[in-house]
């Protein structure tokens, strides 16, 4: 059973601006990113669902976030089918993320009443995920589907929608200028913020100060309400 209602992850979500995405076969190792990133500022992640056993290790990985660090929302990413979403919610995911978008996915989230962030490359597949009942649409592959200028594209006649690119996002004050001007909600990023070069040689204050400086870059950037 999900930790945190819907409406704190969404608006975690918000708050930060940004949602880290990863997968790492090692528990051991999950267990230093997702501390490094609560150390970091921020107390939400995606684990993908993209190696054998991932579901195990997920597990076993929200385990460790309920006893040790308790503020942290983990959900989880890369799922395509209600089976999947199935396995991880019964294990305490607290949010779905996905490439594509699938009403059975959506229903059986809107069930158990967790967040839904399908991935969405048109604007009348963000109409379809919203009618499903998903507050905050994954824009994916962010970059191949227009960048920024996609995201401005919809907003102009559809501004109610709240989205998330996931694909085309750096870490950099010019990646993120550009994303947060054109009106995005949030951020999903992955490999430029996780850097597998850090995980690799153990360099989890690396990941932590790279979370720092990101953050730092979208408070500065983002337009001010």
Known sequence: MARFSRLEVLNTMLDSGVVPVFYNPDLEVSKKV???????GLRIVEFTNRGDHAVDVFAKLELYCRAELPDLILGVGSIVDPYSAAMYIA?????????????????ICNRRKIPYSPGCGSASEISEAEELG????KVFPGGQVGGPAF????LGPCPWVSMMPTGGVDCTEESLKAWFEA???CVGIGSKLIRKDLIQAGD???IRDNVKKTLQIIRKVRPKK
Do not use: Q, T
């Not at 998903?134 to 649409?137: H, K, R």
């Not at 995201?151 to 919809?154: E, F, L, Q, T």
């Open 151 to 154: 995201v401005k594209a919809v």
């Open 183 to 185: 009106g995005v909600a």
């Open 91 to 107: 294990r305490g995911a607290n949010f779905v993320v996905g490439p594509l978008l699938n009403p059975e996915v959506a229903r």
């Open 134 to 137: 998903c507050e905050i649409i």
């Open 204 to 206: 989890f204050d690396g």
């Open 34 to 40: 997702v501390k490094a990133c609560l150390d970091g």
